[in-house]
């Protein structure tokens, strides 16, 4: 009479073990699928930012033929697009990722950002000018900065320069945009003072060593700065100082500037020594 009994107990054990096979493979599943979704995310940021910019421009568009539509597949594509100087193209992917509905503030900058390689400065503003005022990063801000600078509205330049400095905590390549906006402008004191405020955030920043040196020049300086220095930077620094002497009519001073630095550089420098040439058979 027991055996009924028993046999349902079997029974219903067996749709338990069932279930529980059922519920714990889901969950491996879902597991698995996060796992994928992590480390798709990690090589995607990997791909976006020291991959070989060909190999990433490839990757991610195979990535978006397969999965259409996906925003951060999207973005890695522009992304990748405007790191290997495919410009065109970058624009376009950047409108793209705009026009999708789960598009953000972020990425109207980084189309701006793309407007402005392509000298498109007129729609570079215009999509920077749409964006709200609070939306304020270190990125809307360089570039607002060099929008003013192309239209030489001083003013407006220096505060989103000054604007964008307090933004982030690595300031020396915008210090250095900074100082070379003063540069063009003619204000060498000001620009020299932004220069070596970028080597005291990056003390190998050549192009910084190399801008201080002209606004120098510029003043008739034509000693080099204090700052740290390879014998070879040493030796392309004092050939800007000597072009700088030469160009005010400050011979004889861009002569020696030359002969010191095709003898400072540890290999031969042939642009300091065919100018150096030049000017002696002229």
């Not at 992590?38 to 090589?43: K, M, T, V």
């Not at 080099?224 to 011979?251: C, F, G, H, S, W």
């Not at 004889?252 to 420098?269: D, S």
Request: aromatic share 6%; charged share 25%; with cysteine.
């Amino acid at each position: 009479m027991r055996h009924p009994v028993f046999v349902s107990l079997i029974v219903v054990g067996a749709i338990s073990l069932s279930a529980c096979a059922r519920s714990g493979n889901d969950e491996v599943q879902r597991a698995m699928a996060d796992l994928d979704a992590i480390n798709s995310q990690g090589l995607n940021e990997v791909m976006m930012t020291v991959g070989d910019p060909a190999e990433s421009v490839s990757y991610f568009a195979r990535a978006l033929a397969a999965n259409p539509g996906r925003i951060d597949l999207m973005r890695g594509l522009a992304t990748s697009q405007v790191r290997a100087s495919r410009m065109t193209e970058g624009v376009a992917s950047w409108r793209a990722v705009v026009a999708h509905p789960d598009s953000t503030l972020d990425d109207q900058v980084d189309l701006a950002d793309a407007l402005i390689r392509t000298n498109e400065w007129t729609e570079a503003q215009a999509v920077l000018t749409a964006i709200p005022p609070t939306h304020e990063t270190f990125k809307r801000y360089r570039l607002e900065a060099m929008v003013a600078d192309a239209n030489e509205d001083w003013a407006r330049a220096d505060s989103f320069y000054e604007i964008a400095v307090g933004l982030t905590t690595t300031p020396a390549g915008v210090l250095n945009n900074w100082g070379f906006s003063k540069l063009t402008r003619g204000d060498y004191r000001g620009a020299e003072r932004l220069f070596l405020d970028a080597l005291r955030y990056e003390p190998d920043l050549f192009t910084a060593k190399n801008n201080l040196v002209m606004a120098r020049g510029a003043q008739r300086n034509y000693d080099l700065p204090v700052i740290r220095m390879t014998q070879v930077e040493r030796a392309q620094l004092l050939y800007t100082l000597a072009l700088a002497a030469i160009k005010q009519n400050d011979i004889t001073i861009g002569r020696g500037l030359l002969r010191e630095a095709v003898e400072t550089h540890p290999q031969h420098f042939d642009e300091a020594a065919r100018a150096l040439r030049a000017l002696e058979e002229n």
